[in-house]
């Protein structure tokens, strides 16, 4: 999980604050000596953390602590916000072209993830903002670069617009052209990398933003090169002028340093993110929020917005009334097992719960087998035994796991799950939080089981 080494670090250190009921100068410099130490493991770089722990000692050294916190506190939240303005202080956006298509020209160094990141992020806005995307093989060096993108564009449904190993300049300023006169209004340019950084690199690069004038230039580096990725973003911008970044891996780093140095290196936004390998697995850089994240205080608002890119509202509606008339069936807990399932990774969504609910979620996994023989074993029964699980006595417990060819402890095994998923949900959806509900929803995770829409999360209003 990212940043998971720096959390555990910053909250070792803040540790030693909470319980004072004032906080002197020296227990300040204690603090951020470890704050430096902390951050020079995550792999920042050394300016950079020079920079920021003197900010933070200037503004917390004889701060006057608000009546509603302790001492501790208040020092984590010049620490929260320091942090966030080291990555940028609010989320940048694409650059967006008045008239004509959009053209993204995704630039970077070879295995940073360009192709697949750049499908991912066509795939995105197309998912998210109804736009119609064109992907444009202009790597004609790479073997099956072309392939490549072909496949990613076929499973998001993205045409891909090619002209097999032409030149990069001219394929580039046909797509653009195909894309206006076949009303896509999004182009992404898939141009080639290097395993280091060449002149013959770059006046490739500058050839085709000559030639096309792109919106934006998005550099995409690995996350988990550290400063490598730093040193390639310093070094793309100083050539090229590039606009935003975006990180690939990061779920991959436990250390995040590239995340907390680029934007103080370059001045250059971080603008998305990749999370993981699977197609839906990218998401918009939230400064604050992954700050949040760091220190442990969980991101709600990313969950709250991956839930309503996952969960049906009408269906939410109904569940959450069903709930409250203790009418959830087995029926219901299939259908919140899929949509648990197409919330993604588990570990995630741990990393934006806070506190130890999201450490105690950080191992849970979904079993996607598991999760096959329940879905068998819940359809191999009629519609008032899902009604009504009471029903299922022994030899209807024979019978069904005899029509899913399991056996009757996997039925057994089953209705145990249903009955943990009930209290859970019986306790949520009265606005309580249980003690040990996050070892609860690992193991729900483990034993492929499935989570309702967080009851209420999709609907910002209640949070406000």
């Given at each position: 999980?990212?940043?998971?080494?720096?959390?555990?670090?910053?909250?070792?250190?803040?540790?030693?604050?909470?319980?004072?009921?004032?906080?002197?100068?020296?227990?300040?410099?204690?603090?951020?000596?470890?704050?430096?130490?902390?951050?020079?493991?995550?792999?920042v770089?050394?300016?950079?953390?020079?920079?920021?722990?003197?900010?933070v000692?200037?503004?917390?050294?004889?701060?006057?602590?608000?009546?509603?916190?302790?001492?501790?506190?208040?020092?984590?939240k010049?620490?929260?916000?320091?942090l966030?303005?080291?990555?940028?202080?609010?989320?940048?956006?694409?650059?967006?072209?008045?008239?004509?298509?959009?053209?993204?020209?995704?630039?970077?160094?070879?295995?940073a993830?360009?192709?697949?990141?750049?499908?991912?992020?066509?795939?995105?806005f197309?998912?998210?903002?109804?736009?119609?995307?064109?992907l444009?093989?202009?790597?004609?060096?790479r073997?099956?670069?072309?392939?490549?993108l072909?496949?990613?564009g076929?499973?998001?449904?993205?045409?891909?617009?090619?002209?097999?190993?032409?030149?990069?300049?001219?394929?580039?300023?046909?797509?653009v052209?195909?894309?206006?006169?076949?009303?896509?209004?999004?182009?992404?340019?898939?141009?080639?990398?290097?395993?280091?950084?060449?002149?013959?690199l770059?006046?490739?690069?500058?050839?085709?933003?000559?030639?096309?004038?792109?919106?934006?230039?998005?550099?995409?580096?690995?996350?988990?090169?550290?400063?490598?990725?730093?040193?390639a973003?310093?070094?793309?911008?100083?050539?090229?002028?590039?606009?935003?970044?975006?990180?690939?891996?990061?779920?991959?780093?436990?250390?995040?340093?590239?995340?907390?140095s680029?934007?103080?290196?370059?001045?250059?936004?971080?603008?998305?993110?990749?999370?993981?390998?699977k197609?839906?697995?990218?998401?918009?850089?939230?400064?604050?929020?992954?700050?949040?994240?760091?220190?442990?205080?969980?991101?709600?608002?990313?969950l709250?917005?991956?839930?309503?890119?996952?969960?049906?509202?009408?269906?939410?509606?109904?569940?959450?009334?069903?709930l409250?008339?203790?009418?959830?069936?087995?029926?219901?807990?299939?259908?919140?097992?899929?949509?648990?399932?197409?919330?993604?990774?588990?570990?995630?969504?741990?990393?934006?719960?806070?506190?130890?609910?999201?450490?105690?979620?950080?191992?849970?996994?979904?079993?996607?087998?598991?999760?096959?023989?329940?879905?068998?074993?819940?359809?191999?029964?009629?519609?008032?035994?899902?009604?009504?699980p009471a029903?299922?006595?022994?030899?209807r417990?024979?019978?069904?796991?005899?029509?899913?060819?399991?056996?009757?402890?996997?039925?057994?095994?089953?209705?145990?799950?249903?009955?943990?998923?009930?209290?859970?949900?019986?306790?949520?959806?009265?606005?309580?939080?249980?003690?040990?509900?996050?070892?609860?929803?690992?193991?729900?995770?483990?034993?492929?089981?499935?989570?309702?829409?967080?009851?209420?999360?999709?609907?910002?209003?209640?949070?406000?």
């Open positions: 999980m990212a940043f998971e080494g720096l959390s555990e670090k910053l909250n070792a250190a803040f540790k030693r604050l909470r319980g004072k009921g004032r906080v002197t100068e020296a227990d300040v410099r204690e603090a951020m000596k470890e704050v430096r130490l902390a951050l020079l493991d995550a792999d770089s050394y300016a950079v953390v020079k920079d920021f722990t003197a900010k000692t200037e503004r917390a050294v004889g701060v006057d602590v608000l009546e509603s916190l302790t001492p501790a506190q208040q020092i984590i010049i620490v929260n916000e320091e966030t303005a080291l990555m940028g202080g609010t989320g940048a956006k694409l650059n967006f072209a008045n008239k004509g298509p959009t053209v993204v020209m995704l630039v970077g160094l070879q295995g993830g360009k192709t697949t990141n750049g499908a991912k992020l066509a795939g995105m197309k998912r998210m903002s109804g736009r119609r995307p064109l444009v093989a202009c790597d004609v060096y073997p099956a670069a072309i392939t490549q072909q496949v990613v076929q499973q998001l449904g993205i045409p891909v617009f090619e002209m097999g190993q032409a030149d990069p300049v001219k394929i580039a300023k046909a797509a052209s195909h894309a206006r006169d076949h009303g896509y209004d999004m182009v992404f340019l898939d141009t080639a990398g290097r395993l280091h950084i060449d002149q013959q770059m006046n490739e690069l500058k050839n085709i933003k000559r030639a096309v004038e792109p919106n934006e230039i998005l550099l995409v580096v690995d996350a988990m090169t550290g400063q490598d990725a730093v040193n973003a310093t070094a793309f911008d100083e050539a090229l002028g590039i606009d935003g970044v975006m990180l690939t891996k990061l779920d991959g780093d436990a250390r995040g340093g590239a995340a907390l680029i934007r103080a290196a370059t001045g250059k936004p971080i603008k998305f993110a990749g999370t993981g390998e197609l839906d697995m990218i998401e918009l850089f939230h400064p604050d929020r992954m700050a949040s994240r760091i220190l442990g205080m969980g991101d709600m608002l990313s709250i917005e991956k839930a309503e890119q996952s969960f049906d509202e009408k269906k939410a509606a109904e569940m959450e009334q069903k409250r008339k203790n009418r959830f069936t087995l029926s219901d807990y299939l259908d919140q097992m899929k949509q648990l399932r197409n919330m993604g990774d588990l570990n995630q969504i741990a990393g934006m719960m806070p506190g130890q609910l999201g450490k105690q979620m950080a191992n849970a996994e979904i079993d996607e087998k598991l999760l096959r023989r329940q879905e068998a074993i819940i359809l191999s029964m009629t519609p008032k035994e899902r009604e009504n029903l299922l006595n022994a030899s417990k024979k019978r069904v796991a005899a029509g899913c060819g399991l056996d009757v402890s996997d039925v057994n095994r089953l209705l145990k799950q249903y009955e943990l998923m009930m209290q859970l949900t019986k306790q949520l959806s009265k606005g309580k939080m249980p003690f040990g509900m996050g070892k609860n929803m690992a193991n729900l995770g483990k034993l492929g089981g499935g989570m309702s829409k967080m009851h209420g999360f999709g609907r910002k209003k209640r949070l406000k």
